[in-house]
């Protein structure tokens, strides 16, 4: 079946500090794999996007590449700001129904 | 151009009741999901709606029934209410369904079940 594991929160990090958050995966097929983003209260954005193995999804400074070898698609970022601090999601969507399947989150601090 | 809207943005329901939630897809959109979002987790997928009819479903029960209307708005239909359904409810549009559309979120609607 499909599933996502990402690192548990929450990570705290001082500001310009490098960031890193863990995401594996388990598929059928062959997935496209996100990353979405959460701000307190509100709902979820599109943070970047990979569709294919090798592709490197990239915005606001944030990356993430499409690890076929390893099943993972990690998000760095090499300078964080105090306005990066949100809920983080890694996940991956469906071949065929584009039904998405989400991580658990993983809440980021950042410290000014 | 406007988003995916959500009403009502908050309610709180009694055990026991039915609650709707409605849905407008962004614009061009036509493939509209729902997740249930519970505190701390991320979000389950509850069931998928394209050309008006149910094309995918997650593990939910039957107390939890959609409706998709000829201009892509969809509805989600909760019934007997219990505390465990207390959650933010998420609707995501998309461009057909297909593999790797990339689905936009609404707000959400907050729904407290006392």
């Known amino acids: 079946g499909n599933s996502v594991t990402q690192m548990e929160g929450p990570v705290t990090l001082s500001e310009e500090a490098f960031l890193t958050i863990n995401c594996t995966y388990t598929?059928?097929?062959?997935?496209?794999l996100f990353w979405y983003v959460q701000y307190p209260g509100e709902g979820l954005q599109l943070l970047l996007k990979a569709t294919k193995a090798d592709d490197k999804g990239s915005n606001k400074g944030f990356e993430a590449t499409y690890r076929k070898e390893t099943t993972s698609f990690h998000l760095e970022k090499g300078s964080v700001q105090v306005s990066d601090s949100a809920v983080y999601f890694c996940a991956l969507s469906d071949p065929n129904f584009n039904k998405f399947y989400f991580g658990s989150g993983t809440k980021l601090n950042v410290k000014p | 151009d406007a988003g995916v809207t959500q009403s009502p943005t908050h309610l709180i329901k009694t055990r026991g009741q039915q609650v709707t939630l409605r849905c407008s897809p962004k614009?061009?959109?036509?493939?509209v999901s729902w997740y249930q979002q519970a505190l701390g987790q991320g979000p389950q997928f509850i069931f998928q709606?394209?050309?008006?009819?149910?094309?995918q479903r997650g593990n939910f029960p039957d107390r939890f029934s959609g409706h998709q209307f000829p201009n892509y708005s969809s509805e989600l239909n909760v019934n007997a209410l219990l505390l465990g359904d207390s959650a933010l409810y998420l609707c995501a549009s998309s461009e057909t369904g297909l593999s790797g559309n990339t689905i936009y979120f609404g707000e959400g609607s907050w729904l407290t079940v006392v």
């Open positions: 614009s061009g959109h036509d493939t």
């Open positions: 598929a059928t097929g062959y997935p496209s």
């Open positions: 709606y394209y050309e008006e009819e149910e094309r």
